[in-house]
């Protein structure tokens, strides 16, 4: 449970085209007067597989969100799609009907929480955008004109961050995903990055990794990882401009035969693949998230210090490496989409939910208390 400080105290720093790189190493630097110990201590779970909570129609987990006063609210697909616990892990109501009608939700793929506590929830199907009281009731619903929209992130300055994906008929990749910051009427105003998938994949061989491909937000700045470019992470301010870059040394992890095995059982039946193949390494990171304080919380494949935990590389609000954490996290075999990946983990107020993959196959979320030293 704790994290180890290094001896270096000097931060390496670079630029690369003009843009300042933090270059970080295996080791965290030692920064005086930076608490780089993180303790949690757990204060309740949320958990899909006790009888209280099946019997309230969760049976899974799709995604969540916390509002400032801690409540927490989950996307999932029932007759009511949204449902809202307090700050204590209780249940309070759930809203979001099934239908196409007004206020209705035919298929949702994503629930943000926006600075105003709103509720803001994106219909796919049904094409359109609907922002809800905490109290489930509808503020107002926004037609959408593309159904390629997967995510709507809401950003402190009245725009949004938004995510497509759409299939490639023509060219070399089978689907592409840009990553843009839109004007809050969703026209497009810059695009950040873009994750290509091979067409490969669809003719004749999979391969047998995630394709990771992630964000995360905090009041000033957008955070963007492509794994395709190694332990690299972008930081651009909410105008879309790239601020600096986090670059990290890191231990690759070996794709073991374990996984090799459960990924073949999972999709090795599939007419469309021929052959699975598997690099020699796991991307350096699974996902990360940010805290109200401005670190970035980076979670690799790196095994933890008990079953399903794996290692967690801490930054502070300057983008250095302080430390290291073993947190929860779900089987290497589980693939995640955009926006399950999205929603694995969260800090706000001091305090950390981690959604995780109990040994039985049911998610639950915990809560802890995070306290620093």
Not at 47 to 55: G, L, R, W, Y
Not at 81 to 102: A, C, E, L, W, Y
Not at 151 to 174: E, H, M, S
Not at 232 to 242: A, R
Request: proline share 4%; charged share 30%.
């Amino acid at each position: 449970m704790l994290i180890f400080c290094g001896k270096q105290e000097k931060v390496e720093k670079i630029r690369e085209d003009g843009v300042e790189v933090i270059v970080n190493h295996l080791e965290p630097y030692k920064i005086k007067g930076e608490p780089s110990t993180l303790n949690l201590e757990e204060e309740f779970t949320i958990d899909t597989e006790k009888d209280e909570i099946a019997e309230l129609g969760v049976p899974d987990i799709r995604s969540f969100d916390i509002d400032s006063e801690g409540n927490i609210y989950f996307l999932l697909s029932r007759e009511n799609f949204v449902f809202k616990f307090n700050k204590d892990g209780h249940f309070i109501t759930s809203f979001g009907k099934r239908g196409q009608g007004p206020g209705e939700i035919n298929w949702p793929t994503s629930l943000r929480i926006n600075n105003h506590d709103e509720i803001e929830i994106i219909d796919r199907l049904g094409r359109k955008f609907l922002i809800f009281r905490d109290d489930g009731n509808l503020i107002k619903e926004i037609h959408i004109k593309s159904i390629t929209i997967q995510v709507i992130t809401p950003l402190a300055n009245g725009n949004y961050l938004i995510a497509r994906r759409f299939f490639d008929r023509q060219g070399k990749y089978l689907y592409q995903f840009p990553l843009s910051i839109c004007s809050s009427e969703f026209d497009e105003i810059k695009e950040l990055d873009r994750r290509r998938i091979p067409r490969s994949f669809k003719i004749n061989r999979g391969e047998g990794l995630p394709y990771v491909f992630i964000w995360a937000i905090s009041d000033k700045n957008i955070y963007v990882g492509n794994a395709e470019r190694g332990y690299e992470i972008c930081i651009y301010n909410l105008d879309g401009k790239l601020l600096r870059k986090i670059k990290k040394e890191y231990k690759q992890v070996e794709v073991t035969e374990e996984f090799k095995k459960k990924i073949q059982i999972t999709f090795g039946q599939l007419p469309t693949i021929e052959k699975i193949y598997f690099p020699k390494y796991m991307p350096p990171f699974q996902y990360f998230f940010t805290n109200d304080e401005g670190r970035l919380f980076v979670v690799t494949y790196e095994k933890g210090n008990n079953p399903m935990e794996y290692i967690c590389d801490i930054f502070n609000s300057e983008d250095v490496f302080i430390g290291r954490k073993s947190l929860k996290g779900f089987a290497p075999y589980f693939f995640p989409d955009l926006i399950e990946r999205l929603s694995m983990a969260k800090a706000k107020k001091n305090r950390l939910y981690c959604l995780s993959e109990k040994e039985s196959g049911y998610k639950e979320l915990v809560v802890y208390k995070m306290k620093w030293e």
